[in-house]
C-alpha cells in the first residue's frame, strides 16, 4: 500500500478521498487554488499545495504544476477524483512519466471509450449492444441527414466529445435535423473543441442504467446496477440502486455485457458503463444498449458501496498499489436499497442556474450519510460545480430506504445560499417515482409540480417571530431586550412584509401575534412548540431567519426605524416602531413641516434613530416629552393636513 497519495481533485470528492485513504493509514495532500485556500479538503490533508489562481485553469486543471506538487511532497500516487483532469489520458501519461502511480485506468483506456462514436465501434466489436445509429467520421449535414432518415425519426444528435449534456439535441421529424445539428455541433465546439456528431436512434421511454465495474488490468467484476433515470437537463439528480423493477435474468445480462466491455479494453479501477433501456414494456434482455463508458469513480458511487459493502476508493487504492481485484464474482451481493440525492446551490425556480453565497448554517440528518466538501462559513464559488452534498439513505427495501431519504431531506438545514432543496423534497415524495415509475423525461413533464412551492402560513410567520424573541431568552434571566413584556416584530418574507405582535410571558413562554391568529409557544427539554407541534429547526443571522421547515423559508427582520417615511408614519400619527427613549424632539406644535423632515430621535438598542414626517403639514401635537420611555407604536406626534 501507498504511504502517500496526493489527491487532484477538490470539493466532497478530495474529502472522500482523505477519509478512506486516513482509514486505510495512507497520508494525503491536497491541492487548492486561491480561493480554496481554507476549504474543508485542505484542512483534513495531512499537507496542502496551493496552486494559485481562481478557476479550474489556473489551477486544478494545470498537470505540471500538480504532478510538481506531488514529488515535492513524497506523495507515490495520485487520485484524480472525478472531473478537472480524471479522463484527460496525457496526464496520465505525465504522471507515469514522473515515476508516479495514476490511480485509474490507463491512457489508452481513457482514450478507447473517451469519444463516444470510437468507443461505440469498439463495443461492437466487442460484442456489446449499441443503440442503432451512425458513429461514423462522415460530418457533411447532407449525409448526416440521410442517417437520420435510415434510422427513423425520433433521432438523438451527440456530440462525440460531449457530456453532462452539452452538445446534444432530440429531433423529432427531418423539417428540424438542420437547426438542431447546427445548434449541437456549435455548443460541441464551444465546450470541447470538436464538434463532429453521432446520430442515434431516440428511445422514447427512456431509463439510464449503468454498471459499476471494477477491474485490475486483466479481469474485471461487476458490482451490479444504477438507476440515474432521474434527470434535468441530462444531468442526474437523483439516483438509486439497485434499479426499480430490474429482473434477476436482465441484470445478469447487462453486468455480463459491462464486465466484457471492460475486459475488451484491460480496464484498471473503478469505471461506469452507462446503457440506455427501453422502459416502455417493462424491463427485457434485448432492451438495453450500451451509452458510454465513464472512465472513473463516479459522482454517485455512494449507493453501490451502499448496497454491497464495498468501499470503492479502498479497492481503488489497493488495486493501483498492485493487489488484484479484492473479492470475486460470486462473493458480491445486493444488500438492501439505497439512494442518493444531490444537493446543489441552485435555483431551480430559475431553470436551475447556479447559485452563489457564503453558507451561514448547516447541518445534515444523522440518520443519513452526507459527503460534502463544505462547512458553514464556507463561500459556494461561481468557478466550481455548486455541489453542496450527496445525500445517501440506505434500508432493507426500496420504501424504507425512500422513507428515510425523505426524512433526510426534511432535516437538512442550510442558509446563507439558494440551493434545489425543496426541489429533492417534492421529487422524493412523487407518487410515481414512489412507485418505481423512472424514466428520463420525468422531471421535465412534472417540473411545475416539483417547483411549486409550498405556502408560507400564520404558523410560518409566529415561528420566525419567536427565533427573532428567543435570542434574548435565557433560562437565568428570562426576556432582556429593552425591559419590555411586548413587542413587534416586522418581518418581511419575499415582497410581503408582516408585524408580529411576541408577547414574551417568561423565558420559557411566548404568545405570538399574526393578525388574529396566536400561537402559544412554550419551551420545554425537547425545545419551542405550540398546540403539541415543535416549532422548526431555524438560524438567525444578521437579521436573516431562515426557517427549515422542509425547505428554507427565509426572512428578513425588517427594522423598523429603518422603514420608509411610510411605514415610519401611519397616516397622520408618528408612532415609536419599537421600544426606547425619547432623545430629542425638534418640533413644536403649528410647526410647518415637510415629508422627509425630521420630528423626532429615538434612542433604542445603544443606537439613535430619526423618526421622520411622512407627509406635507402641521404638527398639531407633541405627545411625549424628551426623556420619555416609549412602548412600541405608542404615539410621538400627531401631524394635520394644511387647511
Known amino acids: 500500500m501507498f504511504e502517500k497519495i496526493l489527491i487532484a481533485n477538490r470539493g466532497e470528492i478530495a474529502c472522500r478521498v482523505i477519509e478512506t485513504a486516513r482509514a486505510l493509514g495512507v497520508k494525503t495532500v491536497a491541492v487548492h ?18 496552486l494559485g489562481g481562481a478557476s479550474p485553469a489556473e489551477s486544478y486543471l494545470c498537470g505540471d504544476a500538480i504532478i510538481e506538487a506531488a514529488l515535492a511532497t513524497g506523495a507515490e500516487a495520485i487520485h484524480p477524483g472525478y472531473g478537472f483532469l480524471s479522463e484527460n489520458p496525457e496526464f496520465v501519461e505525465a504522471v507515469e512519466a514522473a515515476g508516479l502511480v495514476f490511480i485509474g485506468p490507463s491512457a489508452q483506456a481513457i482514450r478507447a471509450m473517451g469519444l463516444k462514436d470510437a468507443a461505440k465501434v469498439l463495443m461492437e466489436k466487442a460484442g ?11 460530418q457533411d449535414p447532407a ?9 427513423g425519426y425520433p433521432v438523438m444528435i451527440k456530440a462525440v466529445a460531449g457530456g453532462g449534456g452539452k452538445g446534444m439535441r432530440i429531433v423529432e421529424a427531418a423539417d428540424q435535423f438542420a437547426s438542431a445539428l447546427e445548434s449541437a455541433s456549435s455548443e460541441a465546439i464551444i465546450g470541447f473543441g470538436n464538434g463532429d456528431v453521432l446520430i442515434e436512434k431516440f428511445i422514447q421511454n427512456p431509463r439510464h442504467i449503468e454498471i459499476q465495474v471494477f477491474g485490475d488490468g486483466q479481469t474485471a467484476v461487476h458490482l451490479f446496477e444504477r438507476d440515474c433515470s432521474l434527470q434535468r437537463r ?4 437523483l439516483e438509486e440502486a439497485p434499479a426499480p423493477g430490474m429482473p434477476e435474468v436482465v441484470r445478469q445480462a447487462m453486468g455480463r455485457v459491462a464486465v466484457r466491455a471492460a475486459e475488451a479494453i484491460g480496464y484498471k479501477g473503478a469505471g461506469t458503463v452507462e446503457f440506455i433501456v427501453d422502459g416502455s414494456d417493462g424491463l427485457r434482455e434485448d432492451g438495453f444498449w450500451f451509452m458510454e463508458m465513464n472512465t472513473r469513480l463516479q459522482v454517485e458511487h455512494p449507493v453501490t458501496e451502499a448496497i454491497t459493502g464495498v468501499d470503492l476508493v479502498e479497492w481503488q487504492l489497493r488495486v493501483a498499489a498492485g493487489e488484484r481485484i479484492p473479492m470475486a464474482q460470486e462473493d458480491l451481493s445486493i444488500r438492501g436499497h439505497s439512494f442518493e440525492a444531490r444537493l446543489y446551490a441552485e435555483d431551480a425556480n430559475n431553470d436551475f442556474l447556479p447559485a452563489t453565497g457564503r453558507i451561514t448554517h448547516l447541518r445534515f440528518a444523522e440518520s443519513c450519510r452526507a459527503d460534502s466538501g463544505v462547512r458553514a462559513g464556507d463561500e459556494i464559488s461561481p468557478f466550481y460545480d455548486p455541489m453542496v452534498a450527496k445525500i445517501i439513505t440506505h434500508g432493507a427495501t426500496r420504501d424504507i430506504a425512500l422513507a428515510k431519504m425523505r426524512r433526510a431531506l426534511a432535516e437538512t438545514e442550510l442558509s446563507g445560499t439558494v440551493t434545489n432543496l425543496g426541489f429533492l423534497l417534492r421529487l422524493a415524495h412523487h407518487e ?3 412507485r418505481g415509475e423512472v424514466d428520463t423525461g420525468l422531471i421535465a413533464r412534472d417540473y411545475d409540480q416539483l417547483i411549486a412551492q409550498n405556502e408560507v402560513a400564520p404558523r410560518h410567520w409566529a415561528e420566525a417571530g419567536l427565533a427573532v424573541v428567543a435570542q434574548s431568552l435565557t433560562k437565568d434571566s428570562g426576556f432582556t431586550l429593552w425591559g419590555a413584556l411586548r413587542q413587534t416584530v416586522s418581518l418581511m418574507h419575499g415582497d410581503t412584509t408582516h408585524d408580529l405582535i411576541c408577547e414574551v410571558l417568561s423565558a420559557d413562554r411566548v404568545i405570538v401575534s399574526f393578525g388574529e391568529e396566536s400561537f402559544d409557544f412554550a419551551r420545554s427539554q425537547r425545545g419551542w412548540s405550540a398546540a403539541g407541534q415543535d416549532v422548526s429547526g431555524n438560524s438567525v443571522i444578521a437579521g436573516e431567519i431562515t426557517l427549515f421547515a422542509g425547505e428554507a423559508l427565509v426572512f428578513k427582520r425588517v427594522d423598523p426605524l429603518d422603514r ?45 434613530h430619526a423618526l421622520l414626517a411622512g407627509m406635507d403639514g402641521i404638527v398639531g401635537d407633541v405627545a411625549v416629552s424628551e426623556g420619555a420611555q416609549v412602548n412600541a407604536n405608542d404615539v410621538i406626534i400627531l401631524m394635520e393636513t394644511y387647511a
Open 33 to 50: 487554488s486561491d480561493i480554496d485556500s481554507e476549504a474543508k479538503h485542505v484542512a483534513l490533508a495531512d499537507k496542502a499545495v496551493g
Open 128 to 138: 456489446v449492444p449499441v443503440v442503432p445509429g451512425y458513429h461514423g467520421e462522415a
Open 143 to 151: 449525409f448526416l441527414a440521410a442517417e437520420a432518415e435510415q434510422i
Open 234 to 237: 441530462h444531468q442526474k439528480v
Open 432 to 434: 410515481g417515482f414512489a
Open 564 to 608: 420608509s417615511a411610510d411605514d415610519a408614519t401611519a397616516g397622520n400619527m408618528v408612532l415609536a416602531p419599537m421600544p426606547g427613549v425619547v432623545k430629542a424632539v425638534f418640533v413644536e406644535p403649528g410647526a410647518q413641516v415637510a415629508r422627509g423632515d425630521r420630528l423626532a430621535i429615538l434612542e433604542a438598542m445603544k443606537m439613535e
